[in-house]
């Protein structure tokens, strides 16, 4: 392990603690990764850190990152004995000078960087209104902002072959309600889409991910009516965990998908797709059954 990226902390640690609300035990391993360096924003819990396990258990360097000045335990326990290392880096994604930072001590690194998942993000669920304008701000700062600098500071270490994915949300596919959110969301469609045009002649590939309702800390707050909607409206008939995110989110990174750039892909057990047709389809099905059983 180089020492240029391990001022914070780094590990490829030896504990097992608990809460990696929705990581897989043990975490699924992917072909095509090992040996590769790949930088996750929000990596401290929730998808960040079952994306940092997924990518150690499959071989490669993870540099995690994330606002806590040290890496959280629950992050640890996670790559515990796996075969990758954890490079553990405090940064804050709207902040320039954190990810210039971060980029030299990476240009450091004989093997420059393969990936970057710009994963963290925050929800804010104020509607339009409600919002104040800090709260825009804010939201869109980390959720756009923040993937916009990360691919601006890391892509000219990386080399053809190399996979950039961002995690958007079902939310871009909608018109949900979280009306910062949801801007901030539909805005990196329109982000990912001009880098993996601007970087494809580089050979790097840019892809996006649009996880559903998805069980980790973000959703904890949230009122529980709302997951008992979602699974009314999702064909699978439940949340998802963080574990079938991060499997995705490898495979794009992975050399696996080596033609794929410029990619939409949801991970809401048919949410988005189904367009609300499932909620008629059971309402249709329940009178049906009634109407038989009054006959
Ligand atoms: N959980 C869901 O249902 C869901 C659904 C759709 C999309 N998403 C998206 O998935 C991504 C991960 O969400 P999650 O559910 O794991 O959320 P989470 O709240 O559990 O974790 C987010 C992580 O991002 C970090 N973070 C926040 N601001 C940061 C900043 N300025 N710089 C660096 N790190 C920062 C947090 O410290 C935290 O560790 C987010 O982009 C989110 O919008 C989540």
């Known amino acids: 392990m180089n020492d240029a990226v391990t001022n914070d902390a780094t590990r490829s640690s030896h504990d097992r603690p608990a809460d990696a609300r929705g990581a897989a035990r043990p975490p699924l391993a992917?072909?095509?990764l090992a040996g590769k360096t790949i930088v996750v924003t929000g990596a401290g819990r929730g998808q960040g850190l079952a994306e940092s396990a997924v990518l150690a258990a499959s071989g490669a360097s993870v540099v995690a990152a994330d606002l806590a000045p040290a890496a959280p335990p629950a992050l640890l326990e996670?790559?515990?004995?796996?075969?990758?290392?954890?490079i553990y880096r405090r940064l804050d994604v709207t902040s320039s000078a954190d990810w210039a930072d971060l980029a030299d001590r990476l240009a450091a690194r004989a093997q420059g960087v393969h990936g970057l998942v710009n994963n963290a993000g925050v929800a804010f669920r104020a509607r339009l209104g409600e919002i104040e304008r800090a709260d825009w701000d804010r939201v869109i700062?980390?959720?756009?902002?923040?993937?916009?600098?990360g691919m601006q500071a890391l892509v000219p270490l990386m080399h053809q072959g190399s996979s950039i994915v961002n995690i958007g949300s079902a939310a871009a596919l909608t018109p949900h309600h979280t009306a910062a959110y949801t801007a901030s969301k539909w805005g990196l469609r329109g982000l990912s889409s001009a880098a993996a045009t601007e970087f494809g002649g580089r050979g790097i590939r840019v892809n996006l991910v649009h996880p559903g309702y998805i069980?980790?800390?973000?959703?904890?707050?949230?009122?529980?009516?709302m997951?008992?909607?979602?699974?009314?409206l999702t064909?699978?008939?439940?949340?998802g965990e963080a574990h079938e995110v991060a499997a995705v989110v490898a495979f794009l990174l992975s050399d696996a998908a080596s033609y794929v750039t410029g990619a939409e892909i949801p991970v809401d057990g048919g949410f988005t797709s189904s367009m609300g047709v499932k909620y008629m389809s059971d309402a249709i099905r329940r009178a049906t059954a009634e109407d038989t059983a009054r006959s």
Not at 78 to 86: I, M, N, R
Not at 227 to 232: K, V, Y
Request: no cysteine; aromatic share 0%.
């Open 235 to 239: 064909p699978l008939e439940r949340t």
């Open 141 to 149: 700062g980390i959720n756009l902002t923040g993937p916009m600098l």
């Open 78 to 86: 996670a790559v515990a004995g796996l075969p990758g290392e954890l």
């Open 227 to 232: 997951a008992q909607a979602q699974r009314a």
């Open 215 to 225: 069980e980790t800390p973000m959703m904890a707050g949230a009122p529980a009516v």
């Open 30 to 32: 992917l072909p095509g």
